[in-house]
């Protein structure tokens, strides 16, 4: 199960961490990301961390701003988000997968779903 929070309305150029908490059995994970989704546009990929080793993905446009990273003990994801831009905004989402992945970033490969969590950067 999977729980993320941490967001809010920030201005743009501001910094934002958003985390997931991750209940349950996490040996078996295999990988971790996050997505996101602005009104009106498809479910995007962000960044994506192997849990191990610790290789992660960026997007293009998140690449130097953004990064993923993750804790134990307990098992948490983070989205540490800086320069935050007015396109950064929309709803955040947190996935995981017990299963090996073809590509990180095709969204139908991840398995298990947070909620949700809402980023507003004000310009």
């Known amino acids: 199960q999977l729980q993320a929070f941490g967001g809010g309305s920030v201005q743009a150029g501001d910094s934002l961490r958003l985390s997931c908490g991750v209940s349950?059995?996490?040996?078996?994970?295999?990988?971790m990301a996050w997505f996101r989704q602005a009104p009106g546009k498809e479910r995007e990929f962000v960044a994506s961390?192997?849990?191990?080793?610790?290789?992660?993905t960026y997007a293009p446009a998140v690449k130097g701003r953004f990064s993923i990273f993750r804790d134990f003990g307990p098992s948490i994801l983070h989205l540490q988000m800086g320069s935050l831009k007015f396109e950064d905004s929309g709803i955040y989402y947190c996935?995981?997968?017990?299963?090996?992945?073809?590509?990180?970033?095709?969204?139908?490969?991840?398995?298990?779903w947070g909620q949700g969590t809402q980023v507003t950067v004000s310009s």
């Open positions: 349950g059995r996490t040996e078996s994970l295999y990988a």
């Open positions: 961390i192997l849990w191990h080793p610790a290789t992660t």
């Open positions: 996935a995981s997968t017990t299963m090996r992945l073809r590509s990180v970033q095709d969204k139908t490969e991840y398995e298990f």
